[in-house]
């Protein structure tokens, strides 16, 4: 089958729409909070039955449609493929906001061809908004152009994070955080590394850094915010990675990065 990004962002979309809609319904039709399945890295790294489920639905599309792709799954692991492409799917980015009521999840659904993101998509299904971007072009909210903040210096930045499970992490990130905090406009933490890039990409926020998000949690987001005008990276020159992500307008990158490198964040307790 041909390439063509533009039509893997075709489908990513309809199925990150279904999915979407799958848990906006599942979630209301509840008197409670979903069911914890599973626990993770920690007792607050939860998996639900419906991550399970929507992740079960879009592999089910994806192989209907692309049945030679591989497919990384948050939930499922990586599946391999015959072919040139790979789907990276996290079915519920944010689900302590899902499992809380909280609008700030997504589905995040990017495509990679020879290790890189060609396509992406980023549902926010309780705000109705879809975030689409192809590799060269440029980044959409509900199909209209969308571009990053530019201009902004770092003490008039709003600037999103997030933190981690482990205890000890979430230590060195109240340090950093600490250090941060007085040499820029403001802290948001919305829960959501999809939708905190998107917010980038949209202007929403005018950066972003975090430690500890997977590949699933930011390769559709991180193109957006690409595609938006935005510098996408780790520290030190390095790609976007686990160890930390950042993203905003190039000059505003470099003095976040600058900041960070003095507060050494990649560290544990």
């Known amino acids: 089958m041909p390439l063509n990004p533009d039509k893997f962002l075709d489908l990513a979309r309809s199925i990150a729409i279904e999915a979407g809609d799958l848990l906006l319904a599942e979630r209301a039709a509840l008197s409670a909070r ?32 692309r049945p030679d792709d591989a497919i990384l799954g948050e939930e499922g692991g990586d599946t391999p493929g015959a072919g040139d492409a790979r789907w990276v799917v996290d079915p519920i980015d944010g689900t302590v906001n899902f499992l809380y009521g909280l609008p700030a999840w997504a589905v995040s659904i990017a495509v990679e061809v020879d290790g890189e993101i060609v396509a992406g998509v980023v549902n926010v299904p309780p705000m109705g908004e879809v975030f689409t971007a192809v590799r060269g072009g440029g980044a959409f909210l509900n199909d209209r152009p969308i571009t990053c903040s530019t201009g902004v210096p770092l003490d008039r930045a709003l600037v999103a994070t997030g933190f981690g499970y482990a205890a000890g992490r979430r230590a060195v990130q109240a340090q950093v955080l600490a250090e941060v905090l007085p040499r820029v406009r403001d802290i948001r933490r919305g829960g959501s590394c999809a939708v905190d890039l998107c917010s980038v990409a949209a202007g929403r926020v005018d950066a972003y850094y975090e430690r500890g998000t997977n590949y699933w949690d930011h390769a559709a987001g991180g193109l957006i915010a690409q595609e938006a005008g935005a510098k996408v990276g780790g520290l030190r020159g390095t790609a976007y990675n686990i160890e930390l992500g950042l993203a905003a307008a190039p000059e505003l990158f470099s003095q976040l990065h600058d900041l960070l490198l003095t507060l050494d964040p990649e560290r544990d307790l």
């Open 34 to 65: 979903p069911e914890v399945v599973e626990t993770k890295s920690s007792p607050t790294d939860v998996v639900t039955a419906l991550d399970r489920a929507a992740e079960d639905l879009i592999r089910a599309r994806i192989t209907e449609n």
